[in-house]
């Protein structure tokens, strides 16, 4: 009996892993029914539908289908005119209700893809559409719910918002999960449910999921090394990760723990974001990328401003590395700042303000600073550290510095002359 009792306790607290095939209508989902775009309206945007009385008319009166059609059409065909589409949305959300309305509001104000994203609002849009059976908003919205964008970061909500999504017909939302217990950072670590859902997700043909699940269960057979670097020679070293667990800031790219916990960070941290603005600029470059990443949705321009400077403050300290292969950390850190600033370069140019404002603030930086959190990036690097022997930083000749400073200057110069 107490061995049934046991079996019974344990069995209550694992969910089961259920994963539905993709189905298509997943966005336009709730109350137990798919919305569709209206067929009469779906060829118009919002400069176009006034040469159509009819669906101008329904427009007008907030119908969802036809709403749903104007808008996708506007953002995709005009996205300068995005936020006359929004207001349309959310007039039809006041008037409908509609789940699906409430997602297209949600997915285009905290995706940060086009338009300046307003997190807090959707959240209150995704959960609406969440909780009445939209699939798609369920997994959106445990995605903000990790970062701790627009509400407290809430992990359990978040993983229970995921295991609903891959149910009903969103299965990415299992091989994040999967991905998600194989990393071990915002839960405790579990192999077994990680495999479990990334082999459900693959039994339903959802891309990438067999190969990640084939990569899980041969994670000991795979040996991968991340350089770790630092300012003292002695205490660079190679550090083996596992296939899930790799840092998300490339090692020889400027990683270290103390960054990766910063990075980590809810993303509305507002102790985290004080102290980047208080002392970003006197610390390695890296930190001011971090900056530009928190203040997107906040600030814009300053934002911008403050990217540019990084990239600009990157390309000077990659520069003086000996080693090349340090350019290639202008890459990786474009990468990774750009799921939260990728709206700025949608529908415009850098001002000149902005441009000008970028060169005057890394006018101010120091320029003897040593870039070690980026010299070492090539193999020979990582060969020397695996075999305990990083040896010093190797630079270019002091000589050269200003010479490479000016030239990272002038590509960003050269956006004021070109416009």
């Known amino acids: 009996m107490l061995f049934l009792s046991l079996f019974l306790a344990t069995a209550a607290i694992i969910p089961p892993v259920q994963v539905a095939p993709a189905d298509p209508t997943a966005m336009f989902k709730g109350d137990g029914i798919a919305l569709k775009f209206d067929p009469t309206c779906r060829d118009y945007n919002i400069d176009t539908v006034q040469t159509n009385p009819e669906c101008a008319a329904r427009v007008a009166k907030g119908e969802a289908a036809p709403s749903l059609a104007i808008a996708a059409s506007t ?52 959960s609406i559409a969440a909780q009445r059976g939209n699939p798609a908003a369920a997994d959106l919205l445990a995605t903000l719910l990790i970062a701790g964008k627009g509400a407290p970061r809430d992990v359990p909500r978040a993983i229970n918002l995921y295991a609903t999504a891959a149910a009903n017909g969103f299965p990415g939302a299992a091989v994040t999960l999967g991905k998600l217990y194989l990393a071990g950072k915002f839960v405790p670590k579990d192999e077994a449910k990680g495999t479990a859902w990334l082999d459900a997700a693959a039994a339903v043909n959802t891309p990438g999921a067999a190969q990640l699940a084939t990569l899980a269960k041969n994670q000991g057979r795979i040996s991968n090394f991340q350089l770790v670097p630092s300012p003292d020679p002695t205490k660079v070293k190679a550090v083996r990760y596992g296939t899930f667990n790799n840092p998300d800031i490339p090692s020889n790219f400027g990683f270290d723990v103390n960054f990766q916990s910063i990075h980590d960070a809810p993303y509305d941290d507002a102790a985290i974001l004080a102290r980047l603005e208080k002392e970003a600029a006197l610390m390695p470059t890296p930190y001011l990328y971090e900056l530009a990443r928190r203040l997107a949705a906040k600030d814009p321009d300053r934002s911008l401003q403050t990217y540019l400077v990084a990239r600009t403050r990157l390309t000077y300290d990659a520069s003086r590395c000996a080693d090349p292969a340090a350019l290639e950390g202008l890459r990786a850190w474009d990468m990774i700042v750009a799921p939260d600033i990728r709206f700025l370069f949608v529908t415009r140019r850098p001002s000149n303000s902005v441009v000008n404002g970028a060169l005057a603030e890394e006018a101010k930086l120091p320029a003897n600073t040593e870039p070690w959190w980026i010299c070492r990036s090539g193999m020979p690097a990582m060969t020397a550290a695996m075999n305990s022997a990083p040896g010093p930083l190797k630079l270019k000749p002091t000589s050269e510095w200003p010479e490479l400073r000016t030239a990272a200057q002038m590509r960003l110069r050269e956006l004021v002359g070109s416009q």
């Open 75 to 126: 953002f995709q065909s005009l996205p300068a005119k995005g936020n006359e589409a929004i207001k349309l949305l959310e007039h039809s959300a006041t008037v409908t209700d509609s789940p699906a309305i409430h997602y297209l509001l949600g997915s285009v104000l905290g995706s940060a893809e086009r338009y300046q994203p307003n997190y807090a609002l959707a959240i209150r849009h995704l």
